[in-house]
DNA sequence: TTGAAAGCGCTAACAT
DNA sequence: ATGTTAGCGCTTTCAA
């Protein structure tokens, strides 16, 4: 039979020391156990051993709200994220793992915000600023005229975006991977292992990171001498367009022999029209894709990785810069382009 | 040339209107204008509209850490997840959408932890309610002798699993989707297409999920008077081990005619084995597997669909049932099983 | 180096 | 139905 011992951990979590306590139990005021945990440096080297003897015995923490009442700083960053709707992108929970798990270990936690719309996003934003006073936010998924960039600017809010501000004027801080040099790598592979005619299969015009990659191509192709003119098909992101525009440069006159595609999503619609047609990704066409989806680990597809933890922390390190002095200063903001990496595969 | 106006969008997001000033523009005490906030049949109708006009005017939101020193709530609901290491879980990240997306549109706010082992994750759950005072705790991937629940059990705090308890009391509340019941209606699908030999590609045996998942196709199979015996392979969650095990049910004397899998990691590893040896998956051999990734859909592999948003809202249902009263009483426990869909696809 | 006092914005308890 | 008082736990003055 077990004793009756309400609380097996330690204190248990639902026990609050308070500052109070702390204070009593170590004989000194609380304003001095507030100093040991703030500004060490000003407490008596023997006062402050005793505090923490007494703060590591208790378990005592901070209340984050009482700190945030006083201070207006909450350590809460928010990262918003829009719903990819049918297909879930690749690219974005594996990012805000380790935005969580970095930003943990930097002693902020992560409130997740999910909208349907810039608009929505922007006013999910506020809430978390008027309501929680979130310290910094992090926003994803930018585009060509961002509404929420412009917002967060005006309302001089601490944020980062991953990816560029394209189009705009830049007067702010993110983190980008360069995707022109993704799909140059991509190319220039493509061109090393004899291709002559490679194609592209991209986004419409005017999306920042697709007209990006896009360009990679292009420039590859200029230098290497290869030809692009009837080589370029623009379509959504669905790999229903992927089979289409990869059926349609493969029908033409002069084919293709390898194809490079600005996503994944446009890449795996390639590969099973090439299937379809009974040919072989990598021995009969070559293809590569971009974003190293599990997908494209799954069927063999080449394609470009991007290095998220390298963005989630190069992220981190933006904020951090703004959260440093008060309020956003310009000068201190941060533009960083990160290398992604070709990952060569069956296809490619 | 434009005006020069500091703020566009109203009152802006860093002006904060406190109480007291709502209660001075009101004419009103600041307890009057709390309970038009929070208990508005106590305020005469007249007083009432006139507080709530000052409140629409000045944008007036209370700070979350004000009232939470108060009262001791927050708001804010943690969701746990650990790293699913090399291949992102399909299930997770949209779960984390609907889970968001319909906190908000209740108020609340999801934390988003991420920890690499239960022990990490416990640390993490702790600082949450210590330091955040958390209102509740989702958690997610339940296996046996899970340490978190008991932890969360002995803390009394608020609390629901994503999966069921597996070998445990079962004290608490859950939500999982009954995994048995969709490997039931692959199996029963396959059945009646006239199959008669269907193997089963699971995992090693203790895991519950997997464990209830295997039985969905026993029972299938002994009500359909079909035989077992051979036709079970067990391994770990991989593509690769989805490889080998097909080979080996297929290399059989007598090998069966279609494949259920407890995933659809196994199941792709077993349709890329099934490629290579030039056998069509759903006209050679008739294949399904479990989750309905973005995988599956792309490559035609038929799955088990889990309905997440629904496991999202009930999630957040029985959370409410426990913060409702002060503290978690027998008797707002809720359980829920909810049923998976089975998606066909060319494969099956 | 330490302590005392004040107050962040809100709501529960009590008084009117 | 409304107002008054007190205090949640912490940090920022300021004084000793």
Redesign the pocket.
């Known amino acids: 039979m077990e004793q009756q011992s309400p609380d097996l951990d330690g204190v248990g979590v639902r026990h609050?020391a308070?500052?109070?306590e702390i204070a009593r139990a170590a004989?000194?005021?609380?304003?001095?156990v507030?100093?040991v945990?703030?500004a060490p440096h000003?407490?008596?080297e023997?006062?402050?051993r005793r505090v923490e003897q007494v703060i590591a015995d208790t378990g005592?923490r901070?209340?984050k709200s009482?700190?945030s009442?006083?201070?207006r700083r909450s350590n809460l960053l928010a990262v918003g994220f829009q719903s990819p709707g049918a297909e879930p992108s690749p690219v974005l929970d594996v990012f805000l793992h380790a935005l969580s798990t970095s930003a943990q270990t930097l002693g902020y936690q992560i409130l997740l915000l999910t909208a349907g719309s810039d608009g929505a996003e922007i006013q999910a934003y506020t809430e978390a600023v008027v309501d929680y006073a979130v310290d910094g936010i992090v926003l994803t998924g930018t585009h060509t005229h961002d509404e929420r960039i412009d917002w967060l600017r005006r309302q001089r809010l601490p944020f980062v975006t991953f990816g560029r501000p394209w189009g705009a004027l830049g007067g702010h801080s993110w983190v980008d991977v360069d995707g022109a040099a993704g799909t140059r790598a991509a190319t220039e592979h493509l061109a090393r292992a004899g291709h002559t005619r490679i194609a592209f299969l991209g986004w419409p015009a005017g999306s920042g990171s697709g007209d990006d990659r896009l360009q990679g191509w292009k420039q590859a192709c200029g230098r290497a001498g290869l030809p692009t003119r009837g080589l370029l098909r623009r379509s959504a992101n669905t790999i229903e367009d992927g089979r289409k525009t990869c059926a349609a440069v493969l029908d033409q006159p002069r084919p293709p022999t390898a194809i490079v595609c600005v996503s994944d999503a446009l890449a795996v619609g390639a590969w099973l029209e090439m299937r379809d047609r009974g040919l072989v990704p990598g021995r009969d066409v070559a293809l590569i894709g971009f974003d190293d989806s599990t997908t494209a680990s799954v069927i063999g597809l080449s394609s470009v990785a991007q290095p998220l933890p390298a963005v989630a922390d190069a992220c981190l390190d933006a904020l951090r810069g703004q959260l440093g002095s008060e309020g956003p200063s310009s000068g201190r903001w941060r533009q960083v382009l990160l290398q992604p990496e070709l990952v060569l595969r069956e296809s490619g």
Not at 27 to 32: A, K, L, N, P
């Open positions: 609050r308070t500052i109070a004989d000194v005021s609380r304003q001095t507030s100093n945990l703030n000003r407490v008596r023997e006062t402050r005592y901070p209340l009482a700190q009442l006083r201070t």
